[in-house]
Nanobody
Framework: EVLLVESGGGSVQAGGSLRLSCTAS????????IAWFRQAPGKEREGVSC????????FYADSVSGRFTISSDNAKNTVYLQMNNLNPEDTAVYYC????????????????????WGQGTRVTVSS
């Protein structure tokens, strides 16, 4: 069975940090695009960051650029999202998603480009 499992969410105060993990089972991360999306209450799902595991290209939403860092440990089949200087606007359920073959900038933050999704992990940032 193909699965993505997120972990690392929680509650922090503004200015704090969290590291989310996304671990795959049933497939390996070779030549995949792994993305983080988030969805806040009453809002659409939005792309946060994406990593192509084949060439290491990364993409970041403007709202998180400079604060969030995506990385991977292919030996552990895990992608991480280091989130620093969090603010209340970052409060959301964070999902990781995977697509075979990698993506370019045009598709990196399109949910329909991804066919494997995790169940989400909640991040709450208080002011």
């Amino acid at each position: 069975e193909v699965l993505l499992v997120e972990s690392g969410g929680g509650s922090v105060q503004a200015g704090g940090s969290l590291r989310l993990s996304c671990t795959a089972s049933g497939f390996t991360f070779d030549d995949y695009a792994i993305a983080w999306f988030r969805q806040a209450p009453g809002k659409e799902r939005e792309g946060v960051s994406c990593l192509n595991t084949e060439d290491g290209r990364t993409f970041y939403a403007d709202s998180v650029s400079g604060r969030f860092t995506i990385s991977s440990d292919n030996a552990k089949n895990t992608v991480y999202l280091q989130m620093n200087n969090l603010n209340p606007e970052d409060t959301a359920v964070y999902y990781c998603a995977a697509d075979a073959g990698g993506v370019g900038s045009r598709l990196a933050f399109m949910p329909r480009a991804y066919d494997i999704w995790g169940q989400g992990t909640r991040v709450t940032v208080s002011s």
